[in-house]
């Protein structure tokens, strides 16, 4: 949809949520923004509001569906919905002891990625239908390409998200309902700040946010950015199984302290202070090849200016204390209280 007036984004308090209301906030614009954190959520709609659109926000958690239908339902009756943007989401549990993800997290991973954009899209679709119009983007990863060891939950719900999407693209187009399935690489947010290694051609989240809107208005069914990345997906995909498992095999030993959905959070002083060594495949993009190498990483010691890996105490400090800054989105943000 080349101009739409009321648009409706989840996970809109941060990353690429919060710089797609950006892109979005204009006059004459009704935008309809969620999100958990009630600080950085209000900081998004106050930027929003100042750039002349009228914003209804929800602090809710997307997998209550019963709250998020209410939601979006009287968001609707409101102001038509023309677009709407499923985007929350969470990244998956930290390797411990390289004993992987936890069932609980995997549960976690799956209710929020998939649970909330079939939250987010089911009470849309009958007003959409009735009406014969609109516009649905779920907001998958170039991860549903390919199952990558490091995140097996995430990349098997994104893979969820992408092939939910496709399946509602057929049946909805006939009904002038367009689905697009959006799949970035590595953007610069919170959440990519918690996966350790090298993030190749990673963008900004105001880039991304750029790329999805054009695509978006050009009612493209697919979005996946950036395109070396996705191309090198696409070559794992197409090459022999046995041949990608091998190289992707990649062994992490890594004494994290506890994931991000563990509900015993340690403090700072009980961070690990161990020195594991991480073997990591270091991913390198080059025009439409992605070429896989391992490489040794040794523990540094502080973050680099990306937040990149520097040891399991670097990593709890990146996932739970670096505030989230990166460039002009959150320019005005720096006041904001982050409790992330
Ligand atoms: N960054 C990347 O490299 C990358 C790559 C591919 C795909 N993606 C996808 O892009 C989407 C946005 O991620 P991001 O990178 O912008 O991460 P982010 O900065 O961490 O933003 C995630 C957003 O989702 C919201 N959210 C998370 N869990 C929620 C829940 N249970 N209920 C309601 N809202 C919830 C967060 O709200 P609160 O913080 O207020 O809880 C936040 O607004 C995700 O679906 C992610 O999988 C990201």
Redesign the pocket.
């Known amino acids: 949809m080349r101009d739409p007036r009321s648009i409706l984004i ?8 919060a710089a797609l209301a950006w892109a979005y906030a204009a006059p004459r614009t009704r935008l309809a923004l ?4 009630a600080a ?2 209000a900081t998004v709609v106050n930027l929003c509001r100042e750039r002349g659109a009228e914003v209804m926000e929800a602090c ?4 209550e569906a019963a709250a998020v239908a209410a939601w979006i339902v009287n968001v609707d009756h409101a102001s038509p919905l023309e677009l709407v943007i499923a ?4 990244q998956g549990g930290l390797w411990r002891d390289g004993a992987g993800e936890t069932l609980d997290e995997l549960h976690r991973v799956m209710e ?2 998939f649970g ?1 954009v079939s939250n987010t899209v089911h009470p849309v679709l009958p007003a959409m239908r009735r009406r014969g119009r609109g516009q649905v983007a779920l ?1 998958s ?3 549903a390409l390919r199952g990558i060891p490091f995140s097996s939950g995430y990349c098997a719900s ?1 893979a969820a998200v992408r092939i939910y999407g496709e399946a509602l693209r057929s049946w909805l187009a006939p009904e002038g309902i367009g689905v697009s399935v959006v799949l ?4 610069e ?4 700040q918690t996966v350790s290694g090298p993030k190749p051609l990673m963008l900004l ?1 105001e880039r991304a946010a750029n790329i999805i809107r054009r695509g978006l208005a050009r009612g493209r069914r697919q979005i996946a950015f950036p395109y070396p990345l996705y191309l090198g997906m696409q070559l794992m995909r197409a090459l022999p199984p046995a041949l990608v498992d091998g190289s992707l095999c990649l062994r992490i030993s890594c004494n994290h302290p506890e994931s991000r959905f563990s509900s015993a959070v340690p403090t700072p002083s009980h961070a690990p202070r161990d020195r594991p060594q991480l073997r990591m495949a270091h991913w390198t993009a080059s025009p439409g090849l992605l070429i896989l190498r391992q490489e040794r990483y040794r523990r540094r010691q502080s973050l680099n200016t990306r937040g990149s890996l520097s040891g399991s105490k670097a990593i709890w400090i990146a996932t739970r204390q670096t505030p ?1 800054t990166p460039s002009s989105m959150t320019f005005q943000a720096r006041s904001l209280g982050d409790n ?1």
């Open positions: 989840t996970g809109a308090s941060s990353g690429i949520g969620c999100g958990r954190d950085r959520l809710l958690d997307i997998t985007n929350a989401g969470v929020v990625n909330g907001i990863s170039l991860a994104k970035p690489g590595f953007v947010t919170r959440l990519s989240p989230y992330g």
